[in-house]
């Protein structure tokens, strides 16, 4: 009885488990359209390119457990922002295969595309026939020190494929295998053979772009390098501020956002050590010489002491600009992100009772007033309502000042914690 209990209460949790996953998947709302012609209204998996030509995972409600079509299950399926699929036999190299073809644009030649391990292009002329327009890839000289390339002669078929349209051979010689650059062929083609009808292009449709606003607070692990020598052990480190984040950025991608923030953060406690357990290194604080080093502990005189450590209140405060590059993974309650970007710290104060000699000398000041570097992020924001977010995130920043001499060089590296909200 007890193993039951234990069985059948892991079975309930995996269940959970495979339910909010399959919640947190990215689902997007458009319709599926039937062997009999009927359409279906409901969600549609977002997947990458190589998967949504094989497989169509549709929903009618979010509650609703999904289904699963191939080619020729059903005739085709769209999203509302514009991307349209049907079913399709296409001619590769390496005999026909069916796919969810995308469709890109419909006219007196049809385009279609489709990733299977690779791109590749077709055009369909009114006689019905399709054609590949892709090439695979071939080596030029020797097989091992040759250089790889793919031919043109997508160009040629396109030649006699649209020799009825005159002035089109300037315009197939400037196209190359991208979306835009065929869907541009194919409406000059359309309109150089038929002004009866306009072509039906099925492109995305650019989602406006959209600003969000937000704050946070964290508390960071901070460690500061003296050139070779002098290194801190991590001190807890304090901060605030707010960030405006941009999306999309590129592609009309939703889910990449390029994102600015204002941090504000203030440095006290640092215990300087020797990194180099070689000979002692001199830092001057409140006055007195101290010469770190790794093994003694001795006062010379009232001023010169040989220590192993030493406590300094550094009192920075310092103003950071980092602006990074988001990746949010799924569109959904939970989302978790990456990202990566630069990041700078522009230092407004400082304890002038520390010094360290070898960029005191140079700067006048212990720690350069510019810092600059990179910066990684990672967490997941929590949709509540209205567009707005909780998030969890951590990151990890390395900034130094371009010295090129080691011993004049100060790096600062920080891992934040931090939570927050988006308006």
């Known amino acids: 009885m007890k193993n039951f209990i234990i069985i059948l209460t ?4 995996l269940s959970g488990i495979s339910k909010q996953c399959e919640a947190q998947r990215d689902y997007r709302s458009g319709y599926i359209i039937t062997l009999q012609q009927d359409t279906i209204r409901g969600l549609i998996l977002h997947t990458g390119v190589a998967n949504v030509s094989k497989e169509c995972v549709f929903k009618k409600i979010a509650q609703d457990n999904s289904v699963k079509y191939k080619p020729f299950d059903i005739t085709g399926f769209r999203f509302d922002e514009g991307k349209y699929y049907i079913s399709k036999e296409l001619p590769l190299r390496n005999g026909a295969k069916s796919f969810f073809a995308e469709y890109l644009i419909k006219g007196k030649s049809n385009i279609y595309y489709c990733c299977d391990e690779g791109d590749h292009y ?6 019905g026939k399709i054609y590949e327009l892709t090439e695979p890839e071939k080596i030029f000289g020797d097989e091992n020190t040759g250089s790889y390339y793919a031919p043109k002669l997508y160009k040629n078929k396109l030649k006699v494929l649209m020799k009825n349209c005159n002035n089109i051979d300037k315009e197939i010689d400037n196209t190359i295998l991208t979306h835009a650059s065929l869907i541009k062929l194919s409406k000059k083609y359309h309109e150089g053979v038929c002004d009866s009808e306009k072509c039906i292009v099925f492109e995305r449709k650019l989602k406006q772009r959209k600003y969000n606003y937000g704050f946070d607070v ?9 050139g ?30 390029l994102q600015l923030d204002l941090i504000i953060q203030k440095h006290s406690n640092y215990t300087l050590i020797n990194k180099s357990k070689g000979n002692p290194v001199r830092v001057i604080y409140k006055n007195i010489d ?16 040989l220590v192993k450590k030493l406590n300094v209140n550094m009192n920075i405060l310092a103003v950071k600009l980092p602006l990074s590059f988001n990746y949010t993974f ?31 000398d140079k ?39 371009t010295e090129i001499n080691q011993i004049q060089r100060v790096f600062n590296e920080q891992i934040y914690f931090k939570i927050g909200y988006n308006f």
């Open 228 to 257: 070779k020598y002098v290194e801190s052990q991590f001190s807890t480190v304090v901060s605030a501020g707010g960030h405006i984040s941009i999306s999309p950025v590129l592609f009309s991608d939703e889910k990449l956002s």
């Open 290 to 305: 101290y010469y770190i080093n790794s093994d003694r502990v001795e006062q010379y005189s009232p001023t010169y002491f």
């Open 122 to 127: 077709f055009i369909e002329i009114e006689d």
């Open 330 to 360: 799924l569109i959904s309650r939970l989302r978790p992100y990456l990202g990566i970007g630069f990041s700078n710290m522009l230092i407004f104060n400082q304890n002038k009772d520390f010094v360290y000699t070898e960029t005191y």
């Open 363 to 401: 700067y006048q000041k212990s720690i350069p007033t510019f810092l600059i570097g990179g910066i990684g992020n990672g967490g997941i924001k929590y949709r509540i309502k209205n567009n707005k977010d909780i998030l969890f995130g951590f990151s990890y920043e390395r900034l130094f000042n």
């Open 218 to 226: 964290s508390t960071s692990l901070s460690k500061l390098h003296f």
């Open 10 to 13: 892991t079975a309930l949790l």
